[in-house]
């Protein structure tokens, strides 16, 4: 009976085993964490609950003896010269005295001895060490599995906050720094559409094989201990991070020196209200004893000091009941669900609504109206629904059936079929893309009127809304001839607002080519791209006249445009609607065309294409270059272009389409000639 119970057990273990490995996989290798920290962390201290509960257990990914995951194939891997462990987590006061209780004990000290801490903010970012010698930096890893990591070393080297060479006095001959790698969070807003978060951001850079790119992303490195060192006078970690600062490091503003634990207490609260105004990610704080004589003493358990903790902060998590499911449409049609919960106070927000993302969401989680569920809301991200607690289901509870027809207009919706990945888009649209449905129009308006757009002042969302109801506006031209006389009998209107309003207005029909053609709303053109189409159309009539000329494979020629930008473009110019929508604004506003490219340089009325790795400058600056000097870069091969200039391992198929054209082959170095630019 014992051992078929063992067997149990045993099972149970290998099954949290299992899945433990593959999220240290996903996180550490994968930059692609698929759970949050204190799930996490629950299962970790799961898994170590067994084995000292049942010693037979072991496991060689167990977390008592394995940190991180194996490095990347991508880079060389190197040993570290002193692992780089983990932290054991206390989540309260229990936690932190019962830590402090081990420390006494194992140092024969008495409860009277005041331990000093060195409290510093835990960064949610990428661990790196750096290897300094007589002050120079020599080479850079990324934590690995702890015991050895990926050269990284040139990465590393684009980070403006890793000193090349260190300064000031007390300098170790030798001296392994160790920090995190991480990026600002109103950096990250810029880089929002390509990463799920601030730290897949700083993982991904990090593992890009071509170091230009990485120095295009805007991370960041703060200094907070060492590992191998050879000649380091220094007595204790706070005297530690103070070097750190004189030899060209930045650090932690919110490091302190602390006694008791009450007062890390108070400290931990402290920092975790200022955490929503920090510019980055911290999901705790790390303790450590300050006397380097102490930690050497106490010395490691298994993968982690014995002189070191980190107090982990509240999940911006709660508890609540989902009363109804609406169907919000987006102004691409698209169809968002959105559970209404009971409100909830989460991090000092009520919060009343959370998202469900999309379809197939709901499906794999299961989530049904009645349901009991845990909402997170973490920064200013909208909230949402992280699980089910099927526990507390009532068992009359039905599916979610996801409507085919769309709530506002009732027409067919569809998914897109992605051919690159050949799946079906998660999300549902519906397949009036006009003014034809009333939820579409409506949030079309809002786009129009929007900062990034037209940026009307004094005409915000519930604005809109209110004169959608009204009957004011139907369409955007609807705002330049707005019936004010009418408006100033509105409630909360006056002489004043509504003078103010109009002014906003009649300021605004002065816009430029780019800006207008973002504020229409054409699906998969936002600003860049938009920017794009203005500068090769030139002027407005061009953009108008594509419907009559029905060319549209001239875009194609757009370095930056593809075929879904196109395919966009020709659906908003085959709705009538939208036709006569750019006909009324036409009437009403004066649009700026773009600013001629200079016709004096030395690339004047010449097209050039790359193809292949530059040398020693990025394909965007490359680019520039050309048009600042008059030239116009295409991305097809076609008669049209001149020149097509190779990198290191072109594209096959564009080098023989080029030949058989008789367009002319150019390298690198040919282009900079034509420049006046020595090849360096």
Same mark, same amino acid.
């Given at each position: ?60 990914? %167990? ?16 040993? !570290? ?36 801490? %060195? ?9 790196? #060490? ?6 120079? $930096? ?6 690995? /599995?702890?015991?050895? *990591? ?53 993982? *991904?850079?990090?593992?890009?094989? /071509? ?17 191998? %060192?050879?000649?380091?006078?220094? #007595?204790?970690? $706070? ?14 503003? $919110? ?12 400290? !931990?609260?402290?920092?975790? &209200? ?74 000092? +927000? ?30 200013? +991200? ?53 003014? /034809? ?19 009307? &002042?004094?005409?915000?969302?519930? @604005? ?59 699906? !998969? @053109? ?33 370095? *930056? ?10 659906? $908003? ?17 004066? @649009? ?42 295409? #991305?097809?091969? %076609? ?42």
């Amino acid at each position: 009976m014992i051992k078929k119970n063992n067997l149990k057990i045993k099972k149970k273990y290998l099954e949290k085993i299992k899945i433990f490995k593959k999220y240290n996989e996903l996180y550490y290798s994968k930059s692609n964490p698929i759970v949050e920290d204190a799930i996490y962390d629950s299962l970790k201290n799961e898994i170590l609950d067994l084995e000292k509960k049942y010693l037979f257990l072991n496991s060689k990914d %167990s977390p008592s003896i394995n940190i991180g995951f194996k490095p990347s194939k991508n880079f060389r891997k190197i040993k !570290h010269r002193k692992p780089m462990l983990s932290l054991n987590n206390a989540f309260n006061k229990d936690d932190l005295l019962n830590f402090e209780k081990k420390i006494l004990n194992f140092l024969s000290l008495n409860d009277n001895n005041s331990i000093e801490y %060195s409290a510093e903010p835990k960064i949610d970012g990428i661990s790196a #060490s750096l290897f300094y010698k007589n002050g120079k $930096f020599i080479q850079g890893l990324s934590r690995g /599995d702890g015991v050895e *990591g990926e050269d990284i070393t040139e990465n590393l080297k684009t980070i403006n906050d890793i000193p090349k060479t260190l300064k000031g006095k007390n300098i170790p001959t030798e001296i392994d720094i160790r920090g995190e790698v991480f990026i600002k969070n109103t950096d990250f807003k810029k880089l929002s559409e390509k990463f799920a978060n601030p730290r897949n951001a700083a993982s *991904g850079s990090l593992r890009q094989k /071509d170091p230009l790119k990485t120095k295009q992303i805007p991370l960041n490195f703060i200094a907070y201990t060492f590992g191998f %060192s050879k000649n380091l006078n220094i #007595s204790n970690q $706070f005297e530690f991070l103070k070097n750190l600062k004189h030899w060209g490091f930045k650090v932690n503003k $919110f490091n302190r020196l602390i006694i008791g634990v009450d007062n890390l207490i108070q400290n !931990h609260l402290k920092l975790e &209200e200022l955490r929503k105004e920090i510019d980055f990610d911290i999901d705790g704080i790390v303790y450590k004893i300050n006397d380097f004589n102490l930690q050497k003493r106490l010395g490691f358990v298994a993968n982690a000091p014995r002189w070191a903790i980190a107090h982990k902060f509240s999940s911006n998590k709660s508890i609540s009941e989902i009363l109804k499911i609406e169907i919000q449409i987006g102004r691409t049609g698209a169809l968002t669900p959105v559970a209404k919960i009971k409100p909830i106070n989460i991090g000092g +927000v009520l919060v009343s609504n959370a998202t469900l993302h999309n379809e197939d969401e709901i499906a794999r989680k299961d989530i049904r109206v009645g349901d009991t569920i845990i909402v997170e809301r973490a920064g200013d +991200v909208i909230p949402r629904v992280v699980s089910v607690d099927f526990k507390k289901r009532n068992q009359n509870s039905k599916k979610f059936v996801f409507p085919k027809k769309c709530p506002s207009c009732g027409s067919s919706t569809f998914k897109d079929f992605n051919k690159t990945t050949k799946k079906f888009d998660a999300v549902r649209r519906c397949i009036n893309d006009g003014y /034809d449905c009333e939820k579409i129009a409506i949030e079309k308006i809002k786009h129009f009127v929007s900062k990034e757009a037209f940026n009307i &002042e004094g005409l915000g969302k519930k @604005i809109v809304e209110n004169f959608w109801d009204l009957k004011l506006i139907r369409y955007p031209q609807d705002i330049f001839k707005l019936n004010y006389d009418k408006i100033s009998t509105l409630e909360g209107w006056g002489k004043l607002s509504v003078a103010n309003l109009k002014y906003s207005i009649e300021e605004k029909k002065k816009i430029s080519l780019s800006k207008f053609i973002y504020s229409i709303g054409i699906r !998969h @053109i936002g600003q860049e791209n938009a920017k794009l189409l203005s500068k090769t159309l030139k002027k407005a009539d061009n953009f108008f006249d594509l419907a009559n000329k029905n060319n549209f494979e001239e875009l194609s020629n757009i370095d *930056g445009i593809g075929d879904t930008q196109i395919k966009s473009v020709q659906e $908003f110019f085959s709705n009538e609607k939208n036709l006569l929508v750019l006909k009324k604004l036409k009437e009403h506003l004066i @649009i700026i065309s773009e600013k001629e490219i200079s016709k004096d340089g030395v690339l004047n009325e010449k097209t050039f294409m790359f193809t292949g790795k530059l040398v020693g400058i990025s394909r965007a600056e490359a680019k520039s270059l050309v048009e600042k000097n008059s030239g116009k870069i295409v #991305s097809n091969v %076609s008669k049209k272009l001149d020149f097509l200039i190779i990198g290191d391992k072109p594209t096959i198929r564009k080098v023989n389409e080029a030949k058989n054209l008789n367009i002319k082959i150019i390298q690198q170095s040919e282009l900079l000639r034509m420049l006046n630019i020595k090849d360096s």
